[in-house]
Structures are given as structure tokens and as C-alpha cells.
Nanobody
Framework: QVQLVESGGDLVQPGGSLRLSCAAS????????MGWYRQAPGKQRELVAR???????NYADSVKGRFTISRDIAKNTVYLQMNSLKPEDTAVYYC????????WGQGTQVTVSS
């Protein structure tokens, strides 16, 4: 089992920045990849960014050049640095960990509005 706790969501103005954190606990050694997904009202959950055990990253086209996923292995924490935020980035952001199955955090709300 893997437990994930997200933090860092907030209300921010367009053009602003936020950093989300996801702390993992439990069967850390079994994690093959971790990532961030988001779900806006009335829309399907979508991948935002992911980092594999080997450190390979991939991003949704809509966030390339603005968002950066990183990790602190010693702290078992994954981060999502979000810059140049747009209103369309408004969503609940979920942390995900992949082992033999998917594990999800409870989600953190990001609202981009003036």
C-alpha cells in the first residue's frame, strides 16, 4: 500500500506561480512512477506530468514550458512547480503513484482567477 498526501493548492492570479507537494509513505520501494493529474469541473481527469523511477519526465502539451515535476528521494516527495498559471489550469490536482496498481491522493484545489 502507498499513501499520498498533497498540499500547496491555493487561489492565485493569472500569471502567478504555485508549488504542489505530494508526500508518499508506505511501500515506497514498489513505486515505478509518480505523477500529477488534474480534473476540472465537467471534464475527465487528465495527466499533467509524470516522473518515472529512473527520473524520466513527461508532460501534457498544455503545460510544457510552464510546469516542472521534480522529486526529493530522501523525503519521498514529488513536487509540481507551476508557473505562468492560466485560468484553464483551474482544477483539483491529484497525486498518483504506480505500483502494481494506481494509488491516489485526496486532491488539492488550484484556482487561477483574478
Amino acid at each position: 500500500q502507498v499513501q499520498l498526501v498533497e498540499s500547496g493548492g491555493d487561489l492565485v492570479q493569472p500569471g502567478g506561480s504555485l508549488r504542489l507537494s505530494c508526500a508518499a509513505s508506505g511501500s515506497i520501494s514498489s513505486i515505478n512512477a509518480m505523477g500529477w493529474y488534474r480534473q476540472a469541473p465537467g471534464k475527465q481527469r487528465e495527466l499533467v506530468a509524470r516522473i518515472t523511477r529512473g527520473g524520466i519526465t513527461n508532460y501534457a502539451d498544455s503545460v510544457k514550458g510552464r510546469f516542472t515535476i521534480s522529486r526529493d528521494i530522501a523525503k519521498n516527495t514529488v513536487y509540481l512547480q507551476m508557473n505562468s498559471l492560466k485560468p484553464e489550469d483551474t482544477a483539483v490536482y491529484y497525486c498518483n503513484a504506480v505500483t502494481y496498481r494506481n494509488f491516489w491522493g485526496q486532491g488539492t484545489q488550484v484556482t487561477v482567477s483574478s
